[in-house]
């Protein structure tokens, strides 16, 4: 990272700048370009590691994918402030952001799905008195990222 004094290093510091991101940008190989898509996110974080988890249809081109090469990157952001100044080169974006990449691999355990839903609707929603439908869960595709390298960046 050029800019050392922006870099965040700390993982808990990692950790917690998660909880502000509404959406991970998702990016696979895709041959000649790569392939990007945005989706909702859960997490869990262990003794330092991160996990990412997503879901979605079971079918497409994201799953296709996967199965081809399931090493991804992924980023996300939020931006706090925009600041303009007459001076132009001195505008500025107030922002935090977290980058990584890993390896995506599919849950098909019902209660490993499960809990990767809880992680992700944990993500959305204070609540967790949630009900979740057995026969979507069993049939909603469920991966999960585990993150070999997470870095943050903040100004």
């Given at each position: 990272m050029r800019r050392k004094d922006r870099e965040i290093t700390d993982i808990n510091e990692i950790i917690s700048m998660l909880k502000e991101?509404?959406?991970c940008?998702?990016?696979?190989?895709d041959k000649d370009y790569p392939y990007v898509i945005p989706l909702n996110f859960g997490y869990k974080a262990e003794g330092g590691s991160v996990k990412l988890y997503f879901h979605g249809a079971n079918e497409g081109k994201k799953i296709d994918l996967i199965n081809a090469d399931n090493k991804a990157a992924f980023s996300m952001y939020k931006?706090?402030?925009i600041a303009i100044y007459n001076e132009a080169s001195k505008s500025t974006t107030m922002y935090k952001s977290v980058c990584g990449r890993g390896r995506i691999r599919f849950i098909?355990?019902?209660n490993e799905k499960l809990e990767?839903?809880?992680a992700i609707m944990?993500?959305?929603c204070?609540?967790?008195d949630f009900v979740y439908n057995e026969n979507a869960v069993r049939h909603t595709c469920v991966y999960e990222l585990a993150a070999e390298d997470i870095s943050g960046k903040k100004h």
């Open positions: 991101f509404q959406v940008n998702l990016a696979f190989n931006v706090d402030e098909d355990d019902y990767a839903f809880k944990a993500k959305y204070e609540n967790d």
